[in-house]
């Protein structure tokens, strides 16, 4: 049995069984499982499995693992799951057993945690974090493709060899950006119960291909002609919205025999219009709006800003809620061509990375910290937090507030030297360089050197619990 198989038996039986999951997932770093009855989980168990490095009990519990580690894990669970059915005997629950469970998920549901609203950034979540891996690829492509075309206009590099490379590069980058609205249509459609494929084409909408300058579609509130992606993800998330409701109408009483023409058929005429006459328009002023509200609090709040955003970001994260800001940053990128708060947040890890060497010089007795620091650490660095938030830091207290405090300080750094942008979304901290716009790298590798040094001065002297240093195996 292979080092994964072994992890993903553990946490199978820490959980409560094959018989206890109703479905599962994961994202990049974590395990995310549906289980039938939460009250099944040992989590005492799951937390001493070799490899977990902490748990989180939200909608589904989420189980902290790490990236490259959690996908191993993850395809190994089906397997077993299939072969723990195999080996016992299908019964079919009563029907007192099946009330039983309906009155438990439907009371778990109602649970003070699970409000509407945090259901809808769940949501939200759950449309990009599928996407994360595809701007981490794209957008270090494009970042490569960058470094080679200013060296090609700055005259370091002849245009005529490298310029084909550019534009290779450069192709393989927009197979996601240009077209992301419709890969944002497929996913919420996923998650709001329409048809993918139905969701895509709404998003596709949007790109109003075969419109030309002579036969342009006028906005009918302004008089201006509309422009392809016009609202950007944020029409396409309302639109697939209103889709999916559209959709669940018809079906009731469409009949069966002509559903699978008459349906998408009248859905996508009606949302298809809606969305290009009432939705791009609207969607458009909203995102132009809040993006020139970000860009006015980034120009002149300057350093307090700067502050406040970097030091409340790790709580975002640690709630899960930090992949609502995926829409802002995209929406950014599509109008400036860069997003000024990325780079901010990103010191938020560049905190908890200080914080984290603190803790490590000062609790060498305990060893089994410092195993989990050096885990957790290498991933930190490249920005992926959740192993040394859940690992480290939040378990301790005292650590994730001082590494709040320092990545506040190092993006009050970045709001001080301003104009600090990044190309595409997906790494951060260290894997983030590449990725800076306008040469403007240098201001970044400063804010994240203050990050890390504040983060660490104020953990080493302030932040680190008595109990943390004491002798342990």
Not at 42 to 53: M, P, R
Not at 78 to 96: D, I
Request: aromatic fraction near 8%; glycine fraction near 12%; charged fraction near 10%.
């Amino acid at each position: 049995m292979s080092k994964y198989q072994k992890m993903a038996s553990e946490i199978i039986e820490a959980i409560g069984g094959s018989e206890n999951i109703s479905t599962f997932t994961n994202c990049m770093t974590r395990l995310r499982v549906t289980p039938i009855h939460k009250h099944l989980i040992n989590e005492e168990a799951v937390k001493k499995i070799h490899g977990v490095l902490g748990v989180v009990d939200d909608e589904t519990y989420q189980i902290i693992l790490g990236p490259g580690v959690v996908t191993k894990v993850a395809e190994e669970i089906p397997n077993l799951l299939s072969e723990s059915k195999r080996s016992t005997t299908n019964e079919t629950p009563s029907a007192e057993e099946l009330q039983a469970k309906g009155a438990q998920m439907k009371a778990e549901q109602k649970k003070k945690n699970n409000t509407p609203f945090k259901a809808f950034l769940r949501k939200i979540g759950s449309i990009f974090i599928p996407l994360i891996p595809a701007f981490v690829g794209a957008g270090l492509i494009a970042g490569i493709a960058s470094i080679l075309s200013n060296n090609i206009t700055a005259g370091n590099l002849d245009a005529h060899t490298w310029q084909q490379y550019v534009t290779v590069l450069n192709v393989i980058k927009n197979a996601i950006f240009s077209y992301l609205v419709i890969y944002v249509g497929i996913n919420a459609a996923k998650e709001f119960g329409a048809t993918p494929s139905l969701g895509g084409v709404i998003g596709g909408v949007t790109l109003l291909t075969g419109v030309t300058p002579d036969t342009a579609i006028t906005n009918i509130f302004t008089g201006d002609p509309l422009t392809s992606g016009q609202g950007g993800v944020l029409g396409v998330l309302f639109a697939v919205w209103i889709f999916s409701i559209v959709e669940k109408q018809l079906r009731k009483f469409v009949p069966d025999s002509i559903d699978i023409i008459v349906t998408p058929t009248i859905g996508l005429l009606v949302v298809g219009l809606a969305t290009i006459f009432f939705i791009m328009p609207f969607a458009g002023f909203i995102s132009n709006n809040l993006l020139g509200a970000i860009n006015w609090l980034l120009v002149h709040g300057g350093v307090v800003s700067g502050f406040v955003l970097g030091a409340s970001f790790l709580p975002l994260v640690m709630l899960g809620l930090h992949q609502v800001l995926l829409p802002i940053h995209i929406e950014m990128i599509n109008a400036t061509g860069a997003t000024q708060l990325l780079p901010i947040l990103s010191m938020a890890g560049a905190g908890q990375v200080g914080a984290a060497i603190a803790l490590w010089m000062r609790c060498r007795k305990n060893q089994s910290l410092t195993n989990m620091i050096k885990g957790a650490l290498p991933v930190g660095i490249l920005g992926i937090g959740e192993p040394l938030i859940y690992g480290v830091t939040l378990p301790l207290g005292r650590p994730f507030i001082t590494a709040c405090i320092g990545g506040g300080i190092g993006g009050a750094v970045i709001g001080l030297l301003g104009q600090v942008g990044a190309i595409a979304i997906g790494p951060s901290g260290v894997a983030l360089i590449p990725l800076i716009a306008n040469g403007g790298w240098m201001n970044y590798v400063i804010g994240l050197v203050a990050g890390y040094a504040a983060g660490f001065v104020l953990t080493y002297f302030f932040g680190v619990p008595k109990e943390a240093m004491v002798e342990q195996e």
